[in-house]
């Protein structure tokens, strides 16, 4: 009975040690630089300034990446069900106010899960294409593919103390027919404008659509787990 009892045991312990997640480290909430603002064994790769809070200072959004590789598991397909484990660096996105007073950065939010990671991308390699800030908003655009290719931009804007989404972009086409699909997105006047047809011959191909887009409320980065996982019309993924 005694080997039984220490059979299970061990068997739990190497469940929970199999399930252990990764844990991200805090950013801090007030620093002068980015270096400062830096974790610990994470490194800088993209980084943008702007104002986002309409007082005239020049705001900052920086991704950091984590310099080890670990195990992640990442959503996929309906914004819950995290089903998909990748061995990648994870990211993380923090977006920081300066103070005009004493020029400090001052955390607004920190997210680990929306920016996409480096092994996402498919056969074209690192997903992560753009990181701006322009009239007051965050710009978010990512790609991937191989012959058949996505491109995926979204815009955030800090309005009522939240981070809320204002618009997106969906384009996936094959890259030597230049057969496409785009629907780009305004969740601020809830329409879809949809254009279906040749990425080469804009003009004279493609047909263009628009309905109204129906969603109980805006997403946030905090309701919008990460690109590819809000199903927002049956089999179509934002």
Do not use: C
Not at 12 to 36: C, H, M, R, W, Y
Not at 166 to 178: K, M, P
Request: glycine share 6%; charged share 25%; hydrophobic share 35%.
């Amino acid at each position: 009975m005694k080997v039984f009892y220490f059979f299970l045991l061990m068997q739990f312990a190497q469940i929970s040690f199999a399930q252990k997640t990764f844990l991200f480290p805090k950013i801090k909430s007030e620093g002068v630089s980015i270096e400062q603002l830096t974790p610990t064994n994470w490194s800088v790769i993209e980084t943008t300034n702007g104002d986002l809070n309409n007082d005239g200072a020049d705001d900052l959004a920086v991704i950091f990446e984590s310099n080890k590789i670990t195990d992640e598991t990442r959503t996929y397909g309906d914004n819950n069900t995290e089903i998909i484990k990748e061995t990648q660096k994870p990211r993380i996105l923090a977006i920081f106010f300066k103070d005009n007073s004493t020029a400090n950065y001052r955390l607004s939010v920190q997210n680990n899960d929306f920016i996409l990671r480096s092994q996402e991308g498919g056969k074209l390699g690192d997903p992560l294409n753009q990181i701006g800030i322009k009239d007051q908003q965050l710009y978010l655009r990512f790609h991937g593919g191989a012959e058949w290719r996505w491109e995926m931009g979204y815009t955030f804007k800090f309005e009522n103390k939240d981070w809320f989404l204002t618009s997106a972009i969906n384009l996936y086409f094959n890259q030597n027919s230049g057969d496409m699909t785009e629907r780009v997105y305004d969740f601020k006047t809830r329409e879809l404008f949809t254009t279906v047809g040749n990425l080469h011959r804009r003009d004279i191909a493609n047909r263009k659509t628009s309905e109204v887009l129906y969603f109980s409320q805006l997403r946030t980065f905090k309701t919008f787990k990460k690109p590819w996982a809000w199903e927002i019309m049956p089999n179509v993924y934002l």
